[in-house]
């Protein structure tokens, strides 16, 4: 068993470790009005798969042109941490690949949709929460392909 002065010290450690840690250099998506011809039916959608924090739900992804829409479940729910974001990528890390900032979960439970342009020709495979305070990840989807 480790001695609670021992969790206590660790803890202290990684927050001072982390504690000048930089986001992911990714470009912010720019939001799109839910009203102005926002994609409605999800054209993919996937379940959250932990990669660093409890996490229930699923996530839908619509596409039409360059614009998208990401639905999280009412199931949704995620460990509490600082500054959970949202991103797309090519990638499960947003600190490489093609990656696009979707902008900051407003909740860490419950369902939400955020609407938002995407850059023309690229094929996100990932909807990712990456904690940026710390830059480490925290769940993800992967995309299905197209059909898949």
Same mark, same amino acid.
Do not use: K
């Given at each position: 068993?480790?001695?609670? %002065? ?10 001072? @470790?982390? $504690?000048?840690?930089?986001?992911? +250099?990714?470009?912010? +998506? ?7 011809? *926002? ?11 932990? /990669? ?5 739900? /699923? @996530? ?7 614009? !998208? %829409? ?22 499960? $890390?947003? $600190? ?5 900032? #979707?902008?900051?979960?407003?909740? !860490? %439970? ?7 342009? *995407?850059? !023309?020709? *690229?094929?996100? /495979? %990932?909807? #990712? ?5 710390? $830059?480490?990840?925290? +769940?993800?989807?992967? #995309?299905?392909? !197209?059909?898949?």
């Amino acid at each position: 068993m480790r001695h609670p %002065r021992a969790s206590v010290l660790l803890s202290l450690l990684f927050a001072v @470790a982390c $504690n000048d840690a930089t986001p992911p +250099a990714a470009p912010d +998506a720019v939001p799109v009005d839910p009203g102005s011809g *926002v994609p409605t039916a999800p054209s993919t959608s996937g379940q959250w798969v932990r /990669t660093g924090y409890a996490v229930t739900g /699923t @996530a839908s992804l619509s596409l039409a042109g360059t614009t !998208a %829409r990401l639905d999280l479940s009412s199931d949704f729910s995620i460990g509490q941490a600082p500054g959970p974001t949202l991103y797309l990528n090519t990638q499960s $890390n947003p $600190n490489g690949g093609a990656p696009l900032r #979707i902008g900051a979960l407003r909740s !860490a %439970r419950g369902a939400q949709s955020y609407s938002f342009l *995407v850059p !023309a020709g *690229v094929r996100y /495979t %990932r909807i #990712i929460i990456w904690c940026d305070p710390f $830059n480490v990840p925290m +769940a993800e989807v992967v #995309i299905p392909p !197209a059909g898949g």
